[in-house]
């Protein structure tokens, strides 16, 4: 089993800065995607940011630029770097851990954080 900790939502005003972490402990297995997904009030969850455990990234086209998603695999850690924040940027914000590559692969998710931009 997998355990997700989000950390780093918060208040900010419009055009700032923020930094989510999310750390996985337990039975973390080598090959993974791990990614950060968001759900605004009366919206669908949507796929932000991902990396694979080969570092390959991949940005929904409206953060493409402004956030930058990084990982340690030593400390099973995900980072998400979020510059030049828009109020349409508010919403939840989960992590998810994806297996690949072995028969029976889980898909885990953290807590959510809130991510509030203010105009």
């Known amino acids: 089993q997998v355990q997700l900790v989000e950390s780093g939502g918060g208040l900010v005003q419009a055009g700032g800065s923020l930094r989510l972490s999310c750390a996985a402990s337990?039975?973390?297995?080598?090959?993974?995607?791990m990614g950060w997904y968001r759900q605004a009030p009366g919206k669908q969850r949507e796929l932000v940011a991902s990396?694979?455990?080969?570092?390959?990234?991949n940005y929904l086209g409206s953060v493409e630029g402004r956030f930058t998603i990084f990982r340690d695999n030593a400390k099973n850690t995900v980072y998400l770097q979020m510059n030049s924040l828009k109020p349409e940027d508010t919403a939840v914000y989960y992590c998810?851990?994806?297996?690949?590559?072995?028969?029976?692969?889980?898909?885990?998710w953290g807590q959510g954080t809130q991510v509030t931009v203010s105009s």
């Open positions: 998810n851990l994806r297996e690949v590559g072995r028969p029976g692969a889980d898909d885990y």
């Open positions: 337990g039975r973390v297995f080598r090959l993974n995607v």
């Open positions: 990396i694979t455990s080969l570092a390959i990234t």
